[in-house]
């Protein structure tokens, strides 16, 4: 697949979308099992090995037992009220110019892209929240290490899934990692518009903003690393799957 390159000026914003023409197994194989296995490998090399502990003890206080930036207001407000609101507002900011195009003209080939960017934004998150009550990982704050209840040993034995609610650790995957790589979407975004400079850039975004919001809440104690990384693999995937049909439309048609 070869992208044109980006037309300078206003003319490039107001052209309307290419119709993209990605190869339907090239994609499924390396957007929707290649990136995904990969993150995950990585999310579970964290999460059974020694990196999760480790890179949680770089955040915590002299004692070794509190988190220093667990009632930061500052990071508070960065890395929970900000997380979960922009997921929200940009998907909602993309439904409703998807649905203008109704009634602007100008907007009516954009509506695919903005409404699938919409439906990216708002089920990625949802789908990370949904999976945080099937999963058994505890929170840093919540190990008898850092002065919670739970044995790290303990956690670190129990099966991924939760056999019942009550098994559930209610931190697996971050919620507001899933947030910041919710704007992964922005990626396909441009992708299926036919603009390269909006397709990396937005990969870009997407990738700084999920580091972002992780980082954060790592230095709360909220979460391990390896949480983080199994939010990005769902949102990855959720976008992936919702794009396939624009981004591979010409190929499907022709078989």
């Excluded at 009550?133 to 956690?155: E, K, N, R, W």
Aim: with cysteine; aromatic share 10%; hydrophobic share 55%.
């Amino acid at each position: 697949m070869n992208d044109e390159p980006l037309e300078p000026g206003s003319e490039a914003i107001l052209r309307p979308p290419r119709q993209a023409g990605a190869d339907v197994r090239w994609y499924v194989a390396l957007h929707l099992v290649a990136v995904p296995f990969v993150l995950g490998l990585l999310a579970s090399a964290c999460q059974r090995g020694s990196l999760d502990m480790a890179l949680a003890r770089l955040f915590v206080d002299a004692t070794g037992a509190n988190f220093a930036w667990r009632d930061s207001a500052l990071l508070d407000i960065l890395g929970h009220q900000a997380a979960r609101g922009l997921p929200f507002l940009v998907g909602a900011l993309a439904v409703a110019g998807g649905a203008a195009g109704f009634a602007v003209r100008a907007l009516r080939p954009w509506m695919p892209i903005l409404l699938t960017t919409g439906a990216a934004m708002l089920l990625g998150p949802l789908a990370v929240n949904v999976l945080k009550g099937m999963t058994t990982q505890h929170c840093p704050i919540a190990l008898q290490s850092f002065g919670g209840v739970v044995d790290y040993a303990t956690d670190q034995a129990a099966p991924f899934w939760a056999s019942s609610p009550q098994s559930a650790g209610h931190c697996l995957p971050s919620g507001h990692a899933g947030g910041g790589y919710a704007l992964l979407s922005l990626y396909f975004a441009g992708w299926a518009a036919g603009r390269p400079a909006w397709r990396w850039r937005g990969l870009a975004i997407g990738i700084a903003a999920g580091l972002l919001f992780s980082i954060v809440r790592m230095m709360q104690g909220a979460h391990f690393a390896s949480a983080t990384l199994w939010s990005a693999t769902v949102d990855w995937t959720v976008c992936a799957a919702l794009f396939l049909p624009l981004l591979c439309r010409a190929t499907t048609r022709a078989a």
